[in-house]
């Protein structure tokens, strides 16, 4: 790349990215290094999230603080994935509170392509098990200073685990994440949605009527 004034040129290597394909669509990856490498800077994607370096390069100095102020979501999922759930729940001193499952349909894409696709009757669904735990860090703490309280989620159609946080009062799995929807526990699991993880979902009620609800 050049770039001139008047009185300097200015020339900079071309970047050399790292890339995966995944479901047609290319996105920044690289396990062991900087997936764009270039003179003025190199950045660190995982699976397309742009992480900080270590995250990448030396997982095993990530901590429960780095993961507790981390503002990102996505940049957070990836720190506890990189970290090592069973890690992560030692150095937290997680808890089990409640643990359960759900039979229902999912779509074999990913979150970001149900969004861009308007007839959710185009997509692919599967059945499938969602397993869910309920779980409390002693170590992580509220703004009122109780235990944080959080959902961890396995989505079936894509492997992805997603963690939610949940009010701090909550006893039961489903009935936290039905009540992020709006939903009673009863209703969440009452099989008339087509879900993706704990991302978005499309309510079935009226057959010539759906609503994109998004997570909150």
């Not at 936290?176 to 009673?184: D, E, I, T």
Request: aromatic fraction near 10%; include cysteine; charged fraction near 30%.
């Amino acid at each position: 790349m050049v770039y001139w004034t008047e009185t300097t040129l200015y020339w900079v290597a071309k970047p050399a990215m790292h890339k995966e394909i995944v479901d047609g669509q290319r996105r920044l990856h690289n396990e062991s290094y900087a997936a764009l490498e270039s003179d003025l800077e190199n950045l660190y994607f995982w699976h397309g999230v742009l992480v900080p370096a270590f995250v990448v390069v030396r997982p095993d100095w990530i901590t429960v603080d780095d993961i507790r102020n981390e503002e990102n979501a996505e940049v957070r999922r990836v720190m506890v994935e990189r970290m090592g759930w069973q890690r992560f729940v030692e150095e937290s001193q997680t808890r089990i509170i409640h643990t359960d499952s759900l039979r229902s349909r999912f779509p074999k894409l990913e979150p970001a392509a149900m969004v861009d696709n308007a007839n959710p009757e185009a997509l692919d669904y599967v059945d499938g098990e969602e397993k869910a735990e309920l779980l409390e860090s002693e170590l992580i703490r509220d703004f009122e200073d109780r235990p944080l309280k959080f959902v961890r989620l396995t989505c079936p159609s894509t492997d992805r685990v997603y963690v939610q946080r949940v009010a701090h009062d909550e006893k039961r799995v489903y009935q936290a994440v039905g009540r992020s929807f709006g939903l009673s526990e009863a209703e969440y699991k009452s099989g008339r949605y087509l879900r993706q993880g704990d991302v978005l979902m499309w309510a079935l009620d009226q057959a010539d009527e759906r609503v994109l609800q998004a997570h909150s």
